[in-house]
């Protein structure tokens, strides 16, 4: 399972967007061959952060499977 703590833990010093954010859900899960996507913690507030955060990370997920 990608998880989103651990992917910015991993790898949030590198973003500094939220897109670049959703590009990095995508690569992993290509990488990965991860099925299931956890949104446990609540992303940085980039200044192109949507109010549907939410579902944009999951869409971006899903759309890499």
């Known amino acids: 399972m990608l998880s989103l703590s651990e992917l910015l833990l991993e790898q949030?010093?590198?973003l500094t967007s939220f897109d670049d954010l959703k590009k990095t859900i995508q690569k992993q899960a290509i990488d990965t061959g991860e099925l299931?996507?956890?949104v446990d913690i609540e992303p940085p507030v980039y200044s192109d952060r949507p109010n549907d955060w939410h579902d944009q990370l999951n869409l971006a997920f899903e759309s890499a499977r």
């Open 12 to 14: 949030g010093h590198k």
């Open 36 to 38: 299931y996507f956890q």
